[in-house]
């Protein structure tokens, strides 16, 4: 089970990096779905009783990141005619190498926190920073505001899997924050890119610092 555990997290990590190499929408929104659908199951391998709370967490996060918040994002993609996100603004090699750098980083800070409970696997951690830290560079280096909400929603992926170290010893606490925090980021992402549209009549923030008053 701790083999399978660290497969799933080492996955969910090289599919943030690929996320930064992705230029195609429908290919940042499937791998943005896929990663969703490996941390979903996560929950059912951390050892323990597989009580009602986990289903509720697994369920819970299929239904919303893996099939409705993606229908969303290609309904939108659709809506507007956008096809593919600009490069990275700082080129694809660079957000590459960062991308990396931040998995290293992730790692030299895990081995840092100090944590009153010991997580079930050692790769929980790193894994959970490499991922905010990842969806916080899409957030920044990306012009288009779906990929920028995909990096918002790919923060939440690695707050999710802080949330789990706390699971056995606060389930409810944490089942109904990680599920809030989807919803919020649900909203979020229906006012942004209806906002942008009805607007502006596009998806790309660039234009925005061309507007005056």
């Known amino acids: 089970m701790l083999l399978g555990l660290d497969l799933a997290l080492a996955v969910i990590v090289i599919l943030a990096i690929c996320l930064v190499g992705a230029v195609r929408l429908g290919s940042i929104i499937r791998l943005f779905a896929f990663q969703s659908l490996v941390m979903a199951v996560i929950p059912l391998m951390l050892g323990g009783e597989i009580h009602i709370h ?22 939108a993609i659709r809506h507007v005619s956008i096809r593919r996100d ?6 694809i090699g660079a957000s ?6 931040s998995v290293g980083l992730s790692f030299f800070l ?36 779906i990929t920028q909400v995909v990096g918002y929603l790919v923060m939440e ?30 909203f979020i992402m229906g006012i942004v890119i209806n906002h942008i549209q009805n607007e502006f009549d596009h998806t790309d923030t ?6 005056v008053g």
């Open 157 to 186: 992926n690695g707050l999710f899997l802080f949330a789990l170290v706390l699971l056995e010893t606060t389930p409810l606490l944490v089942e109904l924050g990680i599920l809030l925090d989807i919803f919020v980021g649900v």
């Open 96 to 101: 590459l190498l960062m991308g990396g750098c």
């Open 54 to 75: 986990k289903i509720v967490i697994v369920l819970g996060t299929i239904a919303l990141k893996v099939i409705f918040i993606p229908i969303m994002l290609f309904w």
């Open 86 to 91: 600009t490069p990275s603004i700082f080129g």
């Open 206 to 211: 660039s234009r925005l610092t061309t507007l």
């Open 110 to 145: 895990s081995s840092a926190l100090v944590l009153t409970e010991k997580p079930f696997s050692d790769l929980l951690i790193p894994s959970a920073f490499s991922t905010l830290f990842i969806g916080f560079l899409l957030l920044i280096s990306r012009t288009k505001a």
